[in-house]
Every structure is written in C-alpha cells, then in structure tokens.
C-alpha cells in the first residue's frame, strides 16, 4: 500500500508557521522552560575569539552541546580552558535563531576536581530543605525601611565599601554597623555565627546583612557550612544574604529572609524603599504647593472681582466715569476744530498758489525775464562784444569791413578798428610763396 503524502488545506497552509517564527517559539519554550543550572562534561573543539568570547563544545559519552562564555563573564574566571579538560559550567539555555541551533551561554566554570564541593553542595542543601529549614514560613518579612542595619562580612574587603558607597548615594538616612568577621577560609563560618549571636544580643538591629565579594566555590564555601546556615536561618532579626555574583549561589541565601545577587544590590534594595518614600514625600510637597499656590491665586482673583464690583458701584467710579466722558468728548471736539481749521488752510493755500499762478504780474516778470535772456545774448553776439573780446575790424577807406585779404591790394590804406578807438593803416606786400 502507497502511503501518500498529507495535502495541507488552503486554511490550515494560512496557519503554517514562517521558519523564524518556529524558531521563535522553540526558543521560548527553551529559555523559559529550562532554568540556569550546572552541567558537567569535557571540553572540547574550543578556540578564542579576538573579540574575547571563548566558544567549545561540552561533551561526554553520550552526548555534546555548543557553548559560549563571552568576554565580561571569561575575564573573571580563575580557571584557564583548554581542550580536553573536565568542568563544572554554570549557564543557561539559549537558542541562536540565525541557525536554529541551541547553545549554553556559560556564566561560571570550574575544573571537576571541586566537584566534591559540589556534590556536598547539593546534598546538605537537600538535607536541610527536607528538614523544612529553607520553608518560606519560617523567613522573618525585610523590614521596608530599616533604621539600623549590621552588616557581616569583612571590614577589609570591597564588598562594604561598595555597600557603603551605594547608600550614601542614594542618600540613605539610617545607622550601618559593620560587624568584622573573616569570610573565607577557616573559622570564617564560625566567626560569622558568632556575630550573628551578638548582633541578636544586642537587640538594637532592624536588618542583618550577612555577605561577600564573588569568588569560586572554595572562596565562598563557608557560606554553605552547616553551623552558619542553621544560625541564619534561625536567627531572630530579618537577614539579607548578599553573597558573591550574580551567578553565585550559597546555601545561605537560601536561608535567609531574602537573597541579593551582590553586596551592591542589597544596598539598593534596602535604600529602595526610602528612596520611593523620599521620591513620595518630594512629589506631594510639590503637589501641596501648587494645591496652595492655585488656591491663593483662586483666592487672589475673587478678592481682586470683588473690589473691582465695588469701585464700579461707587459714587466716586460714577463722577470719574462722568470725568472720563467730558474729557473724552473735550478732546474729540478739539480734534474736530483742529481738523476743520487744517482744511480750511489747505484749501486756502491751494487758491492762493492758483491764483498765483494765474496773476498778470507773474506773466509780466516771466516776460521780463525772457527779455533780459534774449537782450543778454544779442550783446553777447554784437560788434562791441567781439571788440572786447581782443579782435579788432579792419574796413577800408569808404568805412566797409573788409573780410578777407584777397580783397585789399598792396599799399592800399585801411582803417583798424580796436575796443578803444580806431587807427589808420596800409596794406603791405604780399608774402612770397
């Protein structure tokens, strides 16, 4: 029998998912169903990026998984990867859409040597949850805004500056008591427990802070030792353990009434709550004020109706009105009179100019003056003028001018006339060519 292959309907071929949406939905249901843990294996195929991220493979005998630890999380390990070594990663679960391929994205490694921490890890842990010691009735409520904290850990370390430094930020107003104590190594738990006994003695805590900077699993173990467990999970004041990284996890934050990723972070979560209160307290002063100030100007502007009603309503804002009036019309009759008068002497000064224009003596001094123009030019052009000029008129013995040489002959006699009188002359010989 021939099995044929299922032939999507026109409506169920609309539903099909894009290939990016069903990677998409893997991807979810990975992330979100698969919660950040330790995995253990061999390494293998690892190279280094020169970006800084570290890419391997993580193997053992029955299977192997892609992983990546990126530059900020490699720079703080201790351990130095190779291929071929045992490890205990710490990470989570992602999916790299682009190629459909699932990945670890490794936060913490260390070598399978400290497995054995591991494994007692995990079993006291498990010890103590069954004996109802995690329990979330048993935790004592953080206060939301402690007025005098203790803070166990070492008075030495970066983890208190850190703390202190992040509450004088956030302008925290309260008492921090740092109560010494080693947190690391021998008698580190001890210490600790020790501590935690004074600060109940001493009844003048509101909040606990127990903690330390990151570190491996060696480094933070005496926060996973039985004895000091048992002391803050029994303890009588509200405790906070802010311990190692974010990535770090000690049996005491388990414990505890709650648990900070860092030393940083708890300083911020106790401050929280004073800030938002602060933050409250600024916003309502804010609010009161301008409640006050629109109720002031509300008041302001019936009083200042009110008085303006009154002024209208009174003899005195009657007789000014009355005043106002009889100035008004005063100023609007002047303007007419002044408007009128300035008419009037326009249209005088425009008759007068016609009329001007139109007289006989001004045709009379026109004509005088063209007169003189034209007598000035026939004195200009007369004999006289010329003779004044420096030219001089030669004329022959009848008194008629002679013009031109070629009329005169040789020793003829002539007459010269000058601007200053006359004289008598003859012609001489005509020059050789």
Same mark, same amino acid.
């Given at each position: 029998?021939?099995?044929?292959?299922?032939?999507?309907?026109?409506?169920?071929?609309?539903?099909?998912?894009?290939?990016?949406?069903?990677?998409?939905?893997?991807?979810?249901?990975?992330?979100?169903?698969?919660?950040? $843990?330790?995995?253990?294996?061999?390494?293998? +195929?690892?190279?280094?990026?020169?970006?800084?991220?570290?890419?391997?493979?993580?193997?053992?005998?029955?299977?192997?998984?892609?992983?990546?630890?990126?530059?900020?999380?490699?720079?703080?390990?201790?351990?130095?990867?190779?291929?071929?070594?045992?490890?205990?990663?710490?990470?989570?679960?992602?999916?790299?859409?682009?190629?459909?391929?699932?990945?670890?994205?490794?936060?913490?490694?260390?070598?399978?040597?400290?497995?054995?921490?591991?494994?007692?890890?995990?079993?006291?842990?498990?010890?103590?949850?069954?004996? $109802?010691?995690?329990?979330?009735?048993?935790?004592?409520?953080?206060?939301?805004?402690?007025?005098?904290?203790? *803070?166990?850990?070492?008075?030495?370390?970066?983890?208190?500056?850190?703390?202190?430094?992040?509450?004088?930020?956030?302008?925290?107003?309260?008492?921090?008591?740092?109560?010494?104590?080693?947190?690391?190594?021998?008698?580190?738990?001890?210490?600790?427990?020790?501590?935690?006994?004074?600060?109940? /003695?001493?009844?003048?805590?509101?909040?606990?802070?127990?903690?330390?900077?990151?570190?491996?699993?060696?480094?933070?173990?005496? *926060?996973?030792?039985?004895?000091?467990?048992?002391?803050?999970?029994?303890?009588?004041?509200?405790?906070?353990?802010?311990?190692?990284?974010?990535?770090?996890?000690?049996?005491?934050?388990?414990?505890?009434?709650?648990?900070?990723?860092?030393?940083? /972070?708890?300083?911020?979560?106790?401050?929280?709550?004073?800030?938002?209160?602060?933050?409250?307290?600024?916003?309502?002063?804010?609010?009161?004020?301008?409640?006050?100030?629109?109720?002031?100007?509300?008041?302001?502007?019936?009083?200042?109706?009110?008085?303006?009603?009154?002024?209208?309503?009174?003899?005195?804002?009657?007789?000014?009105?009355?005043?106002?009036?009889?100035?008004?019309?005063? +100023?609007?009759?002047?303007?007419?009179?002044?408007?009128?008068?300035?008419? +009037?002497?326009?249209?005088?000064?425009?008759?007068?100019?016609?009329?001007?224009?139109?007289?006989?003596?001004?045709?009379?001094?026109?004509?005088?003056?063209?007169?003189?123009?034209?007598?000035?030019?026939?004195?200009?052009?007369?004999?006289?003028?010329?003779?004044?000029?420096?030219?001089?008129?030669?004329?022959?013995?009848?008194? +008629?001018?002679?013009?031109?040489?070629?009329?005169?002959?040789?020793?003829?006699?002539?007459?010269?006339? *000058?601007?200053?009188?006359?004289?008598?002359?003859?012609?001489?010989?005509?020059?050789?060519?």
């Amino acid at each position: 029998m021939i099995e044929r292959e299922p032939i999507a309907s026109e409506s169920e071929g609309s539903r099909a998912l894009s290939v990016t949406e069903f990677t998409r939905r893997v991807k979810t249901l990975l992330e979100g169903g698969i919660r950040p $843990g330790w995995v253990r294996g061999e390494i293998s +195929n690892f190279r280094a990026q020169a970006s800084g991220h570290l890419y391997f493979s993580l193997k053992d005998a029955g299977a192997q998984v892609s992983a990546v630890l990126f530059r900020g999380d490699a720079a703080r390990q201790s351990v130095q990867l190779r291929d071929g070594m045992q490890v205990v990663v710490y990470g989570e679960v992602s999916v790299y859409e682009a190629r459909g391929q699932y990945q670890l994205i490794v936060r913490a490694v260390i070598e399978d040597g400290l497995g054995r921490l591991q494994r007692e890890f995990e079993a006291l842990k498990q010890r103590l949850a069954q004996e $109802g010691l995690f329990e979330a009735a048993r935790k004592l409520p953080i206060p939301p805004m402690p007025r005098t904290i203790g *803070f166990i850990t070492s008075p030495t370390g970066a983890a208190v500056q850190d703390f202190i430094r992040i509450l004088h930020r956030r302008a925290w107003r309260g008492r921090l008591i740092v109560l010494p104590a080693k947190v690391q190594g021998d008698g580190a738990a001890a210490e600790m427990v020790e501590m935690l006994r004074l600060a109940e /003695a001493a009844d003048m805590f509101d909040l606990l802070v127990i903690g330390r900077g990151g570190g491996s699993l060696e480094d933070l173990w005496a *926060f996973n030792e039985e004895a000091l467990v048992r002391a803050v999970a029994g303890c009588r004041i509200p405790t906070v353990s802010a311990v190692g990284h974010e990535i770090d996890f000690t049996l005491c934050d388990f414990a505890a009434g709650l648990r900070a990723e860092t030393p940083s /972070a708890a300083a911020e979560l106790i401050s929280s709550r004073y800030v938002e209160r602060l933050e409250r307290l600024s916003q309502a002063a804010g609010a009161l004020e301008r409640l006050g100030d629109l109720e002031i100007e509300t008041k302001q502007a019936r009083l200042e109706h009110a008085a303006s009603r009154l002024r209208l309503l009174s003899p005195a804002a009657h007789v000014e009105r009355g005043q106002l009036r009889l100035d008004d019309l005063s +100023n609007r009759l002047g303007s007419a009179f002044q408007h009128a008068h300035q008419r +009037n002497r326009e249209r005088l000064q425009k008759t007068a100019a016609l009329l001007s224009q139109r007289s006989p003596e001004t045709r009379v001094q026109f004509e005088s003056h063209r007169l003189l123009a034209l007598w000035k030019r026939l004195q200009s052009a007369s004999p006289r003028s010329v003779l004044n000029r420096g030219f001089a008129i030669v004329r022959d013995v009848s008194g +008629n001018p002679v013009p031109r040489r070629a009329g005169l002959a040789s020793g003829q006699p002539i007459e010269i006339e *000058f601007a200053d009188g006359r004289t008598r002359a003859s012609t001489g010989p005509e020059p050789a060519a």
